[in-house]
Structures are given as structure tokens and as C-alpha cells.
């Protein structure tokens, strides 16, 4: 399998000085292609750290991430963003979604600026909403929609663009047992038939039984195997 993402010795500090907290200290990881790993651990244990700085949201204070083989490091901000929309899908606790925008204009937004053809963009949105079970929610707003509902279409946003991985952060956090099932049965599926590497931060046995590998992570550090 190739690798997709790889870290060597990750830091990440926060505050300075005598009072400087390393919220990933000292990490080296790699996901391949076909991996579906779950990142574990207590809350502030450094989990969603790690998924900003995998995915290049966020830059180390010392280490180095590569994705694809390109690293992040060599990127400036512009070509850090054009790596992110082609080759990243993020999935956060929060939907995060425009207000101004319907449902669909939502999920469509990255593949608008990546230029896909509409027709493309409806197609694929019209699979993802289907599986995702909000088909005919296309053209309400967030306002108009529950948190769990937003939280589908936030994952269609991230999953039409066909990245080579999904960093997901509590995907499952704010679903019901159905759409925390759908979704699951989604990703498992991207993962089994087209090769998308998964890294999912989850408490979530659900998720944890799915994962072909589970990384526990506590204090900033992921335990050794």
C-alpha cells in the first residue's frame, strides 16, 4: 500500500514558556491508501491537534507531514489550500455550513472552486444524499435543518470531492444511531471499494469496531502498538 499521510516527531505547543502545554508531542504516524484507522483517547488528549496538522489546517512547531508525498512544509498558504481541497476531506464535530447557502450549494462549494461541471456536481451530491438519508433536503438552509442533518451534509461537502483520505473528527458525536449507521456504512465503503484512507477521532464503539487498526493517544503521545 502507499502511503497517504505521514508525520515524523509532530509538536504542536500551545501558550509559552514554563507554561507552554504540547498538545502533540513527538508523533510519527502513517495512514496508506485502504486504511481505516481510529485515533482514541480522553477529550484534550491531543486528538483533533493531530487531525489540523495532518491535514495541513495547522502548521508543527517542529516535525514534518507529508501528503502524498508532497510535504506541507515546502507549501505555501495557497498551494497548502489547493493540496487540502484535492487531496483532503476534514469532517468536524461541527457542520460548520454557510447560513446564506441551501444544503446542496453547501456541499457543492469545494467542487464549484476545484471547477467539476454541474452536471458532475449533481451527480455525485445526488448519490451522497441519498446514502446519507437527506435526500430532499436539498434546497433548505441550515437554519431550517436539525444539527444532525446539518452534520449529513457537512459530510457530503467533504466526501464529493473523492479525497485520497478523510480526517474525521467525532463524525458520529451528533447523529442518532441511524445516521451514525448510514454514515459508517458509507465510509466503510469508500474505504473497502475505492481505497479512501480513513483516520477517524472517535470515542464511538461503533466507529472503534469498524477500524482495521486503533491508535490510543493520551498526553499528546500515541501508545506504542
Excluded: W
Aim: aromatic share 4%; hydrophobic share 45%.
Amino acid at each position: 500500500m502507499s502511503s497517504v499521510v505521514q508525520a515524523c516527531a509532530l509538536v504542536k505547543r500551545f501558550g509559552t514558556g514554563e507554561r507552554a502545554t504540547r498538545a502533540v508531542d513527538g508523533v510519527s504516524l502513517s495512514v496508506d491508501a485502504g486504511d481505516f484507522a481510529v485515533l482514541a483517547g480522553p477529550s484534550g488528549c491531543g486528538k483533533t491537534t493531530l487531525l489540523n496538522l495532518l491535514g495541513g489546517l495547522e502548521r508543527p512547531d517542529a516535525g514534518r507531514v507529508s501528503v502524498g508525498g508532497t510535504s506541507l512544509e515546502l507549501l505555501d498558504p495557497t498551494a497548502l489550500a489547493r493540496l487540502r481541497l484535492e487531496r483532503v476531506g476534514f469532517i468536524f464535530q461541527a457542520a460548520n455550513l454557510i447560513p446564506a447557502l441551501t444544503a446542496f450549494e453547501n456541499a457543492e462549494f469545494t467542487l464549484q472552486v476545484r471547477g467539476v461541471p454541474r452536471v458532475e456536481r449533481r451527480r455525485r451530491l445526488g448519490v451522497l444524499f441519498d446514502r446519507l438519508g437527506i435526500a430532499g433536503l436539498e434546497t433548505r438552509y441550515p437554519g431550517e435543518m436539525s444539527g444532525g442533518e446539518q452534520q449529513r451534509v457537512a459530510v457530503a461537502r467533504a466526501l464529493a470531492g473523492e479525497p485520497a483520505i478523510v480526517l474525521a473528527d467525532e463524525p458520529t458525536a451528533n447523529l442518532d444511531s441511524v445516521a451514525a449507521a448510514a454514515l459508517l456504512e458509507l465510509l466503510s465503503a469508500l474505504n473497502r471499494e475505492r481505497g479512501v484512507a480513513l483516520l477517524v477521532a472517535s470515542h464511538d464503539p461503533l466507529v472503534i469496531g469498524r477500524a482495521g487498526r486503533v491508535l490510543l493517544m493520551r498526553d499528546g503521545k500515541i501508545a506504542p502498538a
